[in-house]
């Protein structure tokens, strides 16, 4: 049913900590290989090997400079990598617009799917998405998005360990984290609520369970307290500094 | 990782299976996309790859995978893969091939290389670029007897690898690491990636999460700049000068270790002061030649010494051994030797030089681009964080003087620097610069700081000299790469020629311990300093990304002799797995399997993958059959090798000794009795490490393993390896050092000033007249900042920072260098259809006020113009950029006919190599000679050292990258 | 967003045969039109027809539509197939009607509730259609109150302009009201100016800056800073840029508005004008420059679209 489930009360859901991730699309690269040969792929390419190649991705890794300022507390410029994907809203559009049910949300455990042998290919839900989170090619027909790796998490063929979102799993520096968002005991929960995680464009209404943690503080020049600031002696005479000698008399051990 | 209940869902959907199984098997090998050499596991099904994934118990990745690795998938399927050798029937460069069978192939090749080898084996110039087997094919070289061999640390980073060496036996660059677990503050100079990509990364995480202040110095604010606490936008090629004020200060301010230094360092050894004299600042030893210090003669009263009244007090001190324990070492003062020479500790010559108001902050600060208020405040972080918050390790260890300790303290400062520090011309002393600073924070292998990875520490410099001479047997007498302690190590001819083609051990380029590739095809081309016959070429793609002047260098490769009409250079025999730029220039091409169809082997021997608790080292194993009429290169080179009749290479009655291939060469053969290329598994039964008689059944034990072996050390040799008896015997055992005895790091680089001697006319080696000076100046025993090297023509013994100005300021204003981005290898992304889909192109970025000022509009077509040529290409804004400097991912930009790429493809139509503006060659300074674009020590490419300006386009906004060179001389 | 020609194209004829029908409709129940006049039934049906078969090519799987009917509960693009095909139903009873029928016929009671479910039919449809676009929040351009109103209109004032011209007097030979042909041009004259007003204001309002999202606001950086994209996750075109990141140049924009904003308001005041003096051929040509207005719009109304999702390239 494109209806909405009842609210869950297991939110699965990706937690990206925008403090440590470096932008390196491993995480872009392993969701891509892992679908692409998987039960909800494959994600085509057009022009692989020519003028304009695109394909389908569930994920993808933007970048941004970011200029802060007196209101933001010091003044600083800032390089932010910005991960993109599902982020498995809890009432989006893209399930209700969608009008062959093959836009769905998992009623157990809040993931947002398509079936791909219920969709059309009518491109509303992709529409509907302010995410950009819907792909969608021609010479499939049907609309493809991140499953949250559906096929891995529960998959009993898998070691336990592995039983993860591909991209958490291949994330070099461990900016992602997986688990239930609906838990508030829940790890990433925690570090939600430790680290002021925040959803993306709240202003839709959809509800996003995935989070966003905020670059933490830098602690560089610009807000050195004055203690840790150096004192820079200004007079400071280059050409009168203690001589060399002054260490003969320093008692060292071998 | 969250424990989810599996259930039975009630979905709509048709045919979501949840237990699905993802393959049919699992092969667990080793990557090969990048030098990184993470664990792979290769899910199979149906006869194909189905994904490759991290391998969670593998010491280097720990179960993550970069967007390379999970797409080598794509490059194992690369429509690009070669499929049969090929024999060149068109003209040089044109690719036009005709089929091959091996064998044909493999006569030939016999054919070129026997008749070489008969007449003159230093006429074969053997290069095997990325080479991740060089523990083969050094000793192959070796075999075959030609001193000409090289792999690409030449171009890569030779500094890093060179200075760490010859400092510290160990290196940032693959031998050593930051302590990821305790550091408190990352210093990070100059790395946009490195070979530790994934290490790095997971440490950087580990940082993160525990709030250790990471700083990034370097020109571009990206990657792992972008998520550094601190970015310092430096001037590209002045690091050694912030440095050099970073100790300034930390002298000035006596926020120094100097224990540390004294004891593990040669700080406190005496330098002789004899001006002139053939030992001049060499270290004062006795008889014995043991290096002898002064110490503090044992006294009731310890009176303050007055500065004004210098030389008082040192009559309370007597000579020692430099090496006796329990003694007081001191620092400074001018001591007289017992017999009547005069000396003085390093750390005073040191000291003298950074106290100088040549370092101090106020005097860099401009040519760095750094505020002095940052200099000072980042130096007195360091110091506060090595020495306020240094850490303690309730940990007991053994020194290697016997004395037990009850805990290990830690300096938590940890350093790293990779190529932006290596790829200038500068970078040797600058990279020594920083492993001083290290030392005087008491910061290598401590607790919290640089680390070594095992098998490293070795002795700095480690003992093996480079091969030179041909045994009667045709084989030389060494691996042709290795460090030369002295003059005499060099690899020159009676009148102190370079008698290597590539003029690496010359006077030209003394440590160029990796050899220079990059050099290789100028100088055969160029007959200098002799014509070569066969250019046989593995794994590099030196007709493109690999080469300065890439135009020139495709040029010189087709270039046929006029008096002859032969092509200068007569044969190239080219190894690839793909349809590289440079297939089309060989004569003969060999195709390799791709990486999941071949054994190899990372072998403690060659470049390891240990880590800083562990030894560590892997084989690849296939995982597929090939599909084509391939052969993995090791198994053809082997094969050549038995044909050739090479000792080593065949037994007593010349038939082959491993007609099995690499597999079996990296089971059966031993280097020294006991030592192989693996460590794992070894003895008959399989229970020996390290050292132990080969074990046939060594594979199988890898393969269950994971295709990796690791053995930890133990926990009381984890720090302070150099000179940590619980590591010392764990490290010999293992055949890692031949003996216990401490290692000493080179504070004082006794070693180089033999050199500088040699060059001031001492000693039986002495440089030719035309590198007398230039020997004489970089050969400092102490580390020093010099600007680029094309503007400092007129030698200086000090360095004057103020009146420093980059090379060709006015003209050419702009520093222009690259990055690696971090979903691409090089030139191989390419050819992956994942890949190219996030760059296709690439982009000139530059600040919006250098672009402002040069009046460039976002993504504008603009031109690049070195006094090489100019390069059309796309300008983009970006704030992350230092003013003064330009930048660009490198090796995006491809060739048309390359790569199975269309020909309208981006890479091949819009996206640029900076290559074509690199010079390989400095500007003549006094007309004769013309010395390589790279470091005068070890003979790195200076690739950035590259100065560069902008300049109009009449259509700024119609695509197209275009290349503008000047002619070059002797070129068609 | 990019401007489809199967989804205008379906937009604009179903939207035309969806006024026609309902002007037929509301026609033939009040008797303005002859029961037995089939051709503007037949022409609507052929209309929405080709429209419905647009969207249907428009589809990535187009064997697959009948599934489009299954989610009526909370999708317009469903309610709307559904309507489509439920209104098929009364225009084909009045089309059946047609056939001769002699005596008292029990069709012929059929026909008042067929002519008045056709023209209800329509509206739904329509109004089904207009939500479609209406309903997607993350394009301000479609999400708002201007929409809904402006198909209906538009479809009306096709509809309209298409009875006019299909219902020139002479066309028929047999009885019927000419007066009737007032009502048409009357409608079209005077839904003219709201059509194009309304879209004027829609315009003005769209030109407003209203916070719709940014590299900043749709990033969440912009609680630390101001935000500009550096580098993007792909330097080519991808489906996400090709289908939502068409960017029209103001200054086209500004001459396309202008065109359909005459065209639409001027077209049957070209009737009222000509037609005395030309004949049925001032009918066709007012239609084809009617059309032609509210092709323009209909490919301004995508093209001047803006998706939300295009603040994460910067654009
Ligand atoms: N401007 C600029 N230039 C640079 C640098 C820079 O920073 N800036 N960096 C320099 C450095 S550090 C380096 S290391 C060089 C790297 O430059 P290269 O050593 O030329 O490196 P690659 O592009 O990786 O090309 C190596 C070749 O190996 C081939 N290959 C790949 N896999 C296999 C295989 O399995 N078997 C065989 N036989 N061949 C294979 C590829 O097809 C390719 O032709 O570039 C240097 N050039
Ligand atoms: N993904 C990926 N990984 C790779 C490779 C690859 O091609 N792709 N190549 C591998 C190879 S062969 C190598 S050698 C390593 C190299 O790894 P890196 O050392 O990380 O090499 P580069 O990307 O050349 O990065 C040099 C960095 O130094 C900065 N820089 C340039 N000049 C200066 C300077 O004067 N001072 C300072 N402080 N910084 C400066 C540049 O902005 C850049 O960030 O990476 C290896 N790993
Ligand atoms: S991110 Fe987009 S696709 Fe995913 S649930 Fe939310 S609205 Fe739907
Ligand atoms: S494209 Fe497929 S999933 Fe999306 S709304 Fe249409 S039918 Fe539903
Ligand atoms: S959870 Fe799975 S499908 Fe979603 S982005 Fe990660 S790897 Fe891709
Ligand atoms: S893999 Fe991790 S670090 Fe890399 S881009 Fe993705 S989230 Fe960022
Ligand atoms: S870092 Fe290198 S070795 Fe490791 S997975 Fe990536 S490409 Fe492979
Ligand atoms: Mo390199």
């Known amino acids: 049913m494109t209806s909405l489930p009842p609210p869950t009360a297991k939110k699965l859901g990706l937690v990206i900590d925008l403090d440590t991730c470096v932008g390196c699309h491993a995480c872009a690269v392993a969701c891509k290989e892992w679908n692409d040969d998987g039960d909800f792929g494959p994600l085509l390419d057009k022009e692989p090997y020519g003028k304009e190649p695109s394909g389908v991705w569930f994920n993808r890794v933007h970048s941004y400079a970011v200029e802060q300022d007196a209101t933001h507390g010091a003044s600083r410029e800032l390089t932010v990598h910005f991960p993109r994907s599902c982020l498995h809203c809890e009432t989006p559009d893209c399930v209700t617009v969608c009008p062959t049910g093959a836009s769905y949300k998992r009623a157990e455990d809040g993931i947002v799917l398509v079936d791909a042998d219920k969709c059309i290919g009518c491109q509303l839900c992709s529409w509907a998405c302010p995410y950009g989170a819907r792909e969608f090619s021609m010479e499939r027909g049907t609309m493809q998005k991140c499953t949250l790796c559906v096929d891995r998490i529960y998959n009993e063929t898998l070691d336990e360990e592995d039983r993860q979102p591909a991209c958490v799993m291949a994330c070099p520096t461990r900016a992602r984290h997986f688990g239930d968002l609906g838990d508030e005991n829940s790890a990433i929960s925690k570090l939600v609520a430790e680290r002021d995680g925040y959803a993306l464009m709240p202003e839709y209404g959809y509800q996003p369970v995935n989070r966003y943690l905020p670059p933490r503080p830098r602690r560089d020049g610009c807000n050195a307290t004055p203690e840790t600031k150096v004192a820079h002696e200004e007079q400071l005479d280059r050409e009168k500094l203690p001589g060399v000698l002054r260490w003969l008399d320093r008692a060292l051990s071998r | 990782m969250v424990a989810l209940r599996t259930m039975a869902p009630v979905v709509p959907h048709a045919r979501l299976e949840l237990n699905k199984p993802t393959g049919d098997e699992v092969k667990t090998t080793t990557c090969y996309m990048c030098a990184c050499r993470c664990g792979i596991r290769a899910h199979l099904k149906n006869g194909r790859v189905r994904y490759i994934d991290g391998n969670p118990k593998h010491p280097v990745n720990r179960g993550v995978i970069c967007a390379k690795g999970s797409a080598g998938i794509m490059q194992h399927y690369s429509p690009a893969r070669l499929s049969k050798p090929l024999l060149r029937v068109g003209e040089r460069g044109a690719g036009e091939f005709r089929e091959i069978e091996w064998d044909e192939a493999l006569a030939l090749a016999t054919k070129w290389l026997g008749d070489i080898r008969a007449r003159d084996p230093d006429q074969l110039a053997f290069f095997t670029g990325r080479d991740q087997s060089q523990a083969l094919t050094g000793w192959w070289a070796q075999a075959y007897g030609t001193i000409n061999y090289a792999a690409h640390g030449g171009f890569c980073s030779v500094n890093m690898a060179a200075a760490g060496m010859y400092t510290l036996g160990g290196s940032f660059w693959e031998f050593g690491e930051p302590d990821w677990d305790l550091t408190k503050y990352l210093m990070l100079w100059g790395v946009a990636e490195d070979h530790d990509s994934n290490p790095i990364k997971l440490g950087l995480g580990k940082l993160k999460a525990r709030g250790a202040k990471i700083v990034a110095i370097n020109p571009v604010r990206s990657g792992y700049g972008a998520i550094a606490d601190e970015w310092v936008p430096i001037n590209p090629g002045t690091d050694g000068l912030l440095a050099g004020a970073f100790i300034h200060e930390l002298l000035r301010t006596d926020r120094i270790d100097l224990d540390y230094l004294v004891r593990y360092t040669n700080a406190h050894h005496l330098v002789i002061r004899a001006p002139g004299a053939a030992d001049d600042g060499m270290i004062a030893r006795d008889a014995e030649g043991n290096a002898l210090c002064a110490v503090s003669a044992p006294r009731e009263h310890h009176p303050h010494p007055d500065p004004l009244r210098e030389g008082e007090d040192l009559k309370a001190s007597r000579i020692d051994r430099a090496d006796a324990v329990d003694i007081a070492p001191l620092v400074v003062g001018e001591y007289t030797l017992p017999d009547g020479r005069?000396?003085?500790?390093?750390?005073?010559?040191?000291?003298?030089?950074?106290?100088?108001?040549?370092?101090?902050?106020?005097?860099?600060?401009?040519?760095?681009?750094?505020?002095?208020?940052?200099?000072?405040?980042?130096?007195?972080?360091?110091?506060?964080?090595?020495?306020?918050?240094?850490?303690?390790?309730?940990?007991?260890?053994?020194?290697?003087?016997?004395?037990?300790?009850?805990?290990?303290?830690?300096?938590?400062?940890?350093?790293?620097a990779m190529r932006g520090i290596s790829a200038h011309a500068n970078g040797f002393h600058t990279c020594r610069t920083l492993h001083l600073l290290q030392m005087l924070l008491g910061a290598i292998d401590t607790p919290g700081s640089f680390r070594y990875q095992p098998p490293y520490p070795k002795s700095a410099p480690p003992p093996n000299r480079p091969g030179k001479t041909r045994r009667p047997n045709g084989t030389l007498d060494a691996g042709p790469l290795g460090y030369v302690h002295a003059p005499e190590d060099l690899v020159v001819d009676a009148q102190g020629d370079p008698r290597r083609i590539d003029k690496a051990f010359s006077w030209e380029h003394p440590f160029a311990a990796h050899g220079m590739l990059q050099n290789v095809i100028a100088n055969a081309h160029a007959g200098d300093p002799y014509r070569i016959d066969t250019l046989f070429l593995f794994m590099a793609n030196m007709g493109w990304n690999s080469a300065m002047n890439t135009t020139a260098t495709r040029q010189m490769l087709c270039d046929r002799d006029p008096a002859s009409g032969e092509y200068r250079i007569p044969h190239i025999i080219y190894a690839d797995a793909y349809d590289s730029e440079t297939v089309a220039f060989a004569d003969l091409v060999l195709p390799d399997t791709t990486y999941l169809e071949r054994h190899d082997c990372i072998s403690l021997l060659d470049r390891p993958i240990s880590d800083a608790d562990c030894a560590a080292d892997a084989i690849r194993q296939p995982v597929m059959q090939p599909d084509r009429d391939v052969r993995p290169f090791q198994d053809v080179l082997l094969e050549l090798g038995a044909r050739l009749k090479l000792p080593g290479l065949v037994d007593d009655d010349g038939a082959a000794k491993y007609p099995r291939g690499y597999a079996q060469y990296m089971v059966e053969h031993e280097r020294a009795p006991g030592v192989g290329l693996l460590a794992g598994w070894r003895g008959a039964d399989g229970a020996s490490e390290g050292i132990g008689a080969p074990n046939p059944d060594q594979l199988a034990r890898y393969i269950e393993h994971g295709c990796h072996w690791h053995r930890e050390i133990p926990a009381a040799g984890r720090y302070y390896k150099m000179a940590n008896r619980d590591y010392l015997e764990w490290a010999k055992a293992l055949g890692f050092v031949g003996s216990t005895q401490p290692i000493v790091m080179q504070f004082y680089a006794e070693t180089l000033q033999k050199f500088r001697l040699a060059a001031q006319g001492h000693g039986a080696a002495q440089p030719p007249e035309k590198d007398r000076e230039?020997?004489?100046?970089?050969?400092?025993?102490?580390?020093?900042?010099?600007?680029?090297?094309?503007?400092?023509?007129?030698?200086?013994?000090?360095?004057?920072?103020?009146?420093?100005?980059?090379?060709?300021?006015?003209?050419?204003?702009?520093?222009?260098?690259?990055?690696?981005?971090?979903?691409?290898?090089?030139?191989?992304?390419?050819?992956?259809?994942?890949?190219?889909?996030?760059?296709?192109?690439?982009?000139?970025?530059?600040?919006?006020?250098?672009?402002?000022?040069?009046?460039?509009?976002?993504?504008?077509?603009?031109?690049?113009?070195?006094?090489?040529?100019?390069?059309?290409?796309?300008?983009?804004?970006?704030?992350?950029?230092?003013?003064?400097?330009?930048?660009?991912?490198?090796?995006?930009?491809?060739?048309?006919?390359?790569?199975?790429?269309?020909?309208?493809?981006?890479?091949?139509?819009?996206?640029?190599?900076?290559?074509?503006?690199?010079?390989?060659?400095?500007?003549?300074?006094?007309?004769?000679?013309?010395?390589?674009?790279?470091?005068?020590?070890?003979?790195?490419?200076?690739?950035?050292?590259?100065?560069?300006?902008?300049?109009?386009?009449?259509?700024?906004?119609?695509?197209?990258?275009?290349?503008?060179?000047?002619?070059?001389?002797?070129?068609? | 967003m990019r401007p489809t020609f199967s989804i205008i194209l379906f937009t604009v004829l179903s939207g035309a045969g969806y006024g026609l029908l309902f002007l037929c409709g509301l026609g033939m129940a009040i008797d303005g039109l002859p029961a037995n006049d089939s051709a503007p039934l037949l022409v609507g049906g052929l209309l929405v027809s080709v429209g419905l078969m647009a969207s249907v090519g428009h589809l990535g799987k187009p064997m697959r539509a009948w599934r489009a009917f299954s989610q009526w509960r909370s999708s317009w693009l469903s309610r709307e197939g559904i309507a489509a095909l439920a209104t098929y139903v009364p225009l084909v009873v009045l089309l059946s009607l047609w056939f001769p029928c002699r005596g008292n016929c029990v069709w012929l009671s059929l026909r008042i509730p067929a002519c008045l479910l056709l023209a209800a039919g329509c509206v739904v449809t329509v109004f089904c259609t207009a939500n479609i676009y209406a309903c997607l929040k993350p394009i301000r351009a479609w999400n708002n109150a201007y929409t809904l109103p402006l198909y209906l209109l538009l479809g009306l004032y096709s509809g309209a302009m298409l009875l006019l011209t299909l219902d020139w007097p002479p066309v028929h030979s047999g009885a019927y009201d000419a007066r009737m042909q007032w009502l048409w041009l009357a409608t079209a004259i005077i839904i003219a100016p709201s059509c194009a007003l309304l879209k004027w204001r829609y315009w003005q309002w769209l030109d407003t800056r209203a916070v719709t999202p940014d590299a900043g606001s749709a990033t969440g950086l912009d609680r630390i800073g101001s935000v500009q994209s550096f580098e993007q996750p792909h330097t080519e075109e991808n489906y996400l840029t090709h289908e939502m990141g068409f960017v029209l140049a103001r200054k086209h924009s500004r001459r396309l508005r202008r065109i359909a904003f005459w065209l639409i308001l001027l077209a049957p005041l070209a009737v009222f004008a000509l037609g005395w003096l030309i004949g049925w051929p001032a009918a066709w040509l007012a239609l084809a420059l009617g059309m032609t207005g509210i092709f323009v719009e209909r490919w301004l109304f995508f093209a001047e679209a803006k998706h939300a999702v295009m603040a994460y390239y910067g654009r």
Not at chain 2, 355 to 378: D, F, H, K, M, N
Not at chain 2, 381 to 408: C, N, P, V, Y
Not at chain 2, 853 to 862: L, P
């Open chain 2, 342 to 416: 005069s000396a003085v500790p390093a750390f005073q010559l040191f000291a003298e030089r950074y106290l100088s108001v040549e370092y101090a902050p106020e005097s860099v600060a401009q040519a760095c681009g750094v505020s002095v208020e940052t200099i000072c405040r980042l130096a007195r972080e360091l110091a506060e964080t090595a020495f306020d918050q240094s850490i303690t390790l309730k940990q007991r260890w053994t020194d290697a003087w016997g004395r037990e300790h009850a805990e290990m303290v830690g300096r938590p400062i940890a350093m790293h």
């Open chain 2, 774 to 972: 230039r020997v004489a100046r970089f050969f400092d025993p102490l580390p020093f900042w010099y600007g680029s090297l094309e503007e400092a023509k007129a030698p200086s013994p000090q360095p004057s920072p103020q009146t420093m100005k980059p090379s060709g300021e006015s003209e050419y204003p702009l520093c222009a260098i690259t990055q690696r981005p971090m979903f691409m290898y090089h030139s191989w992304g390419s050819q992956n259809k994942w890949l190219r889909q996030i760059a296709t192109r690439n982009y000139l970025y530059l600040h919006p006020h250098t672009a402002s000022a040069n009046g460039v509009a976002d993504e504008d077509w603009i031109w690049l113009a070195a006094p090489r040529g100019r390069i059309r290409v796309q300008a983009k804004l970006h704030a992350g950029t230092a003013p003064g400097t330009v930048w660009t991912w490198n090796a995006i930009g491809k060739r048309k006919g390359a790569w199975a790429l269309s020909a309208n493809a981006p890479e091949n139509v819009d996206g640029f190599l900076l290559n074509h503006l690199i010079d390989e060659s400095l500007p003549a300074g006094d007309g004769k000679t013309r010395y390589a674009n790279a470091d005068p020590v070890t003979g790195q490419a200076a690739w950035f050292d590259l100065r560069v300006r902008i300049e109009h386009d009449e259509n700024p906004r119609v695509d197209g990258h275009r290349i503008e060179l000047v002619p070059t001389k002797g070129l068609p």
